[in-house]
């Protein structure tokens, strides 16, 4: 053991003259412990609900999507084909975006339609077959029904609940794209059969995304030989950057192609200045901490200005007294640091698996907390801990370092 260490140490476990210094010492590991353990705890819950959000999007929106630039999107078998091919890419199918009318007999209410390709995998719909889209085969129709059934629409839970339908239910989808009359424009009107329900977890898409056929939505908007653009689903999310850059070279700068970040780039930004913010916030706690060490340490300076002069005139250099002082300091930010992390994880381990903290489930669309506790998350709090509580060591430390003995002595 070092002389540094080993007088640090001392000064540490021996009980001071002054009980306010110990008290203070005290006070400063808890707040240290308090502020690292509440960081822990939120960055984790707030992790949680990145997580989370992000996973019930991902599970409905495209990981990336490739639009034209300019015009119609025609040739979308060819590049459906293409990127199909690519390792990585789970499906790849064309669909049709715009904004309808539905209508009851009593109610409406506005939304937003999707053409997909039902066959073509996994759509976006969760819980749900896409496979009830397609008209029933000839063999599975009803001999008394209409030859020509209606078409099947899938509905969010939300958007059916404000129409009133239900399963089985017959709806009325209204178009802007309608024909030309003599009494001007007319929009179309076509009837639909509401063949299954899904539920996302988010208000968002399950108050107002509803789903038909391709085929049906290109028959429905006049535009039978062009798309919206290609939604592309990945084995792998996190590989969306590298495969972004080469399915833009493949299918040339004619096209563009945006993953997910870039398509939910406003939320995701909100979450990251959220996360951050709160970082700060609460890193204040360990700052004020880190001002009470500062402050015990001034006051044991300050005390032990006879011993510091006579370790000076036993050969102790300067550079070894300031020493002493931030050494002490470390050990209360290691010893707070410590103990905050050990509750945060403890913390975060039974809110994990005993979810005691419940949230209304008609205000949220979950009814726990969720946690996600990454490591390097806990990494980075402790070490900021520790830097913070090192940075308050510096100027007690440079005033224990610039006493002179023959006056700390003299007037000692």
């Given at each position: ?32 412990t ?20 992000k ?19 025609t ?5 459906v084909?293409?990127?199909a ?42 819980g749900v ?56 424009h ?43 653009g ?112 050990s ?9 994990e698996r ?59």
């Open positions: 053991m070092s002389f540094v260490t080993f007088v640090s140490g001392r000064y540490l476990r021996t009980r001071q003259k002054r009980a306010f210094i110990s008290l203070i010492t005290a006070l400063s590991v808890a707040g240290v308090v502020g690292v353990m509440a960081l822990i705890v939120v960055i984790a819950v707030m992790a949680g609900f990145e997580a989370d959000l996973s019930r999007i991902m599970g409905i929106r495209p990981h990336l999507v490739i639009t034209q630039k300019e015009g119609a999107l040739d979308y078998h060819r590049i084909e293409k990127v091919d690519i390792q990585g890419v789970e499906t790849a199918s064309a669909y049709i975006a715009t904004q309808v009318v539905l209508r009851t007999a009593n109610r409406a209410a506005g939304a937003l339609l999707k053409g997909i390709v039902p066959t073509s995998g996994n759509t976006g719909i969760p077959d896409t496979g009830s889209l397609l008209p029933p085969s000839s063999a599975e129709k009803d001999p008394q029904a209409d030859l020509r059934p209606a078409p099947g629409i899938v509905l969010g839970k939300q958007l059916a609940a404000s129409l009133g339908v239900i399963r089985g239910d017959s709806i009325h989808m209204i178009t802007p794209r309608g024909m030309l009359s003599p009494a001007g007319i929009p179309a009107m076509i009837k639909y059969k509401v063949v299954d329900l899904f539920e996302s977890g988010m208000y968002e898409f399950d108050g107002s995304l509803s789903f038909v056929t391709l085929e049906q939505a290109q028959k429905m908007l006049r535009m039978p030989a062009s798309v919206s290609i939604e592309i689903r990945l084995e792998n999310l996190d590989r969306a950057d590298r495969l972004q850059e080469e399915i833009q070279q493949l299918v040339g700068s004619d096209y563009n192609v945006e993953n997910w970040k870039q398509i939910n780039r406003n939320l995701f930004s909100a979450l990251r200045l959220e996360k951050t913010v709160m970082f700060i916030i609460l890193a204040l706690i360990v700052l004020v901490a880190a001002f009470n060490i500062a402050g015990s340490l001034v006051m044991m300076v300050m005390e032990k200005r006879r011993d510091i002069a006579i370790l000076k005139t036993m050969g102790a250099t300067a550079k070894s007294i300031g020493r002493i002082f931030v050494v002490k300091g470390v050990m209360i930010g290691l010893a707070g640091t410590a103990l905050g992390t509750a945060g994880l403890i913390l975060c381990t039974l809110l005993y979810q005691f903290i419940k949230l209304p489930a008609d205000v949220y669309y979950i009814t726990s907390l969720p946690v996600h506790l990454k490591a390097m998350d806990v990494f980075t709090i402790a070490l900021c801990a520790i830097l913070i509580c090192l940075a308050a060591t510096l100027y007690p430390a440079r005033q224990a370092a610039a006493i002179d003995p023959v006056e700390a002595i003299r007037h000692g």
